[in-house]
């Protein structure tokens, strides 16, 4: 898990932006990923790969205006790979 803290240092246009975040930036990211070996034999080798990563609200305005932001989400995905033997 990785916190961040991405924030403007004094104004933009004539804004104030002291503690805002940085336009696109989540305030929050977070990840985790593993890999599940279903069997490894004489034939080959299948695995099974997931990753998942979050990220926090994210503003699209110097000042954080919450008609110009985008909702925390997730992305999922993952992997099905089979590697024959080389015998």
Not at 30 to 50: I, M, Q, R, V
Request: overall charge positive; charged content about 20%; glycine content about 12%.
């Amino acid at each position: 898990v990785t916190a961040q803290k991405p924030e403007y240092r004094g104004s933009l246009l004539g804004f104030p932006t002291v503690g805002e975040q940085l336009i696109g930036a989540s305030k929050y990211t977070a990840g985790l990923s593993g890999t599940l070996t279903l069997f490894d034999n004489e034939s080959g080798k299948l695995s099974l790969f997931g990753n998942a990563q979050y990220k926090s609200r994210q503003f699209f305005d110097p000042v954080n205006t919450i008609e110009f932001s985008q909702k925390g989400y997730w992305l999922v995905d993952g992997r099905l790979s089979y590697a024959p033997s080389e015998k």
